[in-house]
């Protein structure tokens, strides 16, 4: 069966510093993989998603960036984080255009 | 782009009680799906519709896919203390879009025991 980690859960970071936030997936090949951005009592806002190695879109212009530099492997990442920044970061994955997306645990950033 | 609108927004509801909350769109999706989120976690997928007027149950849950295409909607029934959590609807537009999914707000659920 297919699983989705993500990692860390929890994390608190200064301003201005750097990010990473990875995502894997295993048990299913050249999948949809998205980031998610949620705010506290908020719906989901896509920031980014990849349809195959090394193919990013971006949904809004934002202090983040992604990559995926293997087939099962979702970075995001920031050269210097802002305030703005802090919230639930989700991973998902996806096997088709009508398929539905399956979400990781979820990593919570707090920024200060 | 595509937006929908989920209602209600929130709901306190006693145990025992039935449980309804639809989501609209203005534009014709192919796949409906509904997601329940626990505090904390990543959503989870509840039921998932690819066919217009398509009527699927989950245990206590049953979702239809509106018959117009524009609409769906979500019941629990008898509901209990562990459906508390915020539930999504999503959907798919008709045109390739990458798997994207459309997101509603979401409705906050509380069951008071």
């Known amino acids: 069966s297919q699983t989705i980690h993500q990692w860390p859960a929890t994390l608190v970071q200064p301003v201005g510093s750097p990010l990473s936030l990875e995502c894997t997936v295993e048990?299913?090949?050249?999948?949809?993989l998205y980031w998610y951005r949620q705010a506290a009592g908020r719906g989901l806002q896509l920031l980014f998603y990849?349809?195959?190695?090394?193919?990013i879109s971006s949904e809004v212009p934002q202090n983040l960036s992604a990559s995926r530099p293997q087939d099962r492997q979702f970075i995001l990442s920031s050269k210097k984080l802002l305030l703005s920044d802090s919230g639930f970061y989700l991973c998902a994955w996806s096997n088709g255009a009508r398929q539905p997306q399956h979400f990781g645990d979820g990593t919570r950033l707090s920024i200060l | 782009g595509q937006q929908l609108n989920q209602s209600p927004q929130s709901m306190f509801i006693q145990e025992g009680e039935d449980v309804s909350m639809n989501c609209t769109s203005s534009?014709?999706?192919?796949?409906w799906l509904w997601y329940k989120q626990d505090p904390g976690e990543g959503p989870v997928l509840l039921i998932a519709l690819y066919k217009a007027g398509e009527l699927t149950s989950n245990g206590r849950l049953t979702a239809q896919f509106g018959i117009t295409r524009k609409d769906s909607f979500l019941n629990i029934s008898a509901s209990i203390p562990s459906d508390v959590g915020i539930y999504f609807c999503a959907g798919h537009p008709i045109s390739y879009n990458a798997g994207k999914s459309t997101f509603g707000d979401g409705t906050t659920l509380t069951v008071k025991p």
């Open positions: 048990g299913t090949s050249n999948p949809n």
């Open positions: 534009s014709i999706f192919n796949t």
């Open positions: 990849s349809v195959g190695i090394g193919q």
